[in-house]
């Protein structure tokens, strides 16, 4: 599975944005599909997961209720929607697959090369 992220850029806190991942390869449709981050000196943190099945989705504390993530399994495409950014939601933003539904991002076998979100206040 290749994956690659886009949809990053500067917004105002309180701005939206909605980032995309395009995964090529037969296998997406069974692969879970996470979103991590990782701000400058800090390790690649969990944001939210959905299970290959579609409807389970988990999220960080931190980003419940103003991130939503989704998959569009004919497009081999997953997202991740938020809204209400604040400035602490500046990172890289990391697209991932692999088999099992968890927040370790050690149970992840690929990666996308990252987007920048960066929200200013």
């Known amino acids: 599975v290749q994956l690659q992220a886009s949809g990053g850029g500067l917004v105002q806190a309180g701005d939206s944005l909605r980032l995309s991942c395009a995964a090529s390869?037969?296998?997406?449709?069974?692969?879970?599909m996470g979103w991590f981050r990782q701000a400058p000196g800090k390790e690649r943190d969990f944001v939210a997961a959905i299970h290959w099945s579609g409807p389970m989705t988990t999220y960080q504390d931190s980003v419940k209720g103003r991130f939503t993530i989704s998959r569009d399994n004919a497009k081999n495409t997953v997202y991740l929607q938020m809204i209400s950014l604040k400035p602490e939601d500046t990172a890289v933003y990391y697209c991932?697959?692999?088999?099992?539904?968890?927040?370790?991002?050690?149970?992840?076998?690929?990666w996308g090369q990252g987007t920048q979100v960066t929200v200013s206040s």
């Open positions: 991932a697959a692999g088999p099992n539904y968890s927040w370790d991002v050690n149970q992840y076998d690929y």
């Open positions: 390869g037969r296998t997406f449709r069974s692969q879970v």
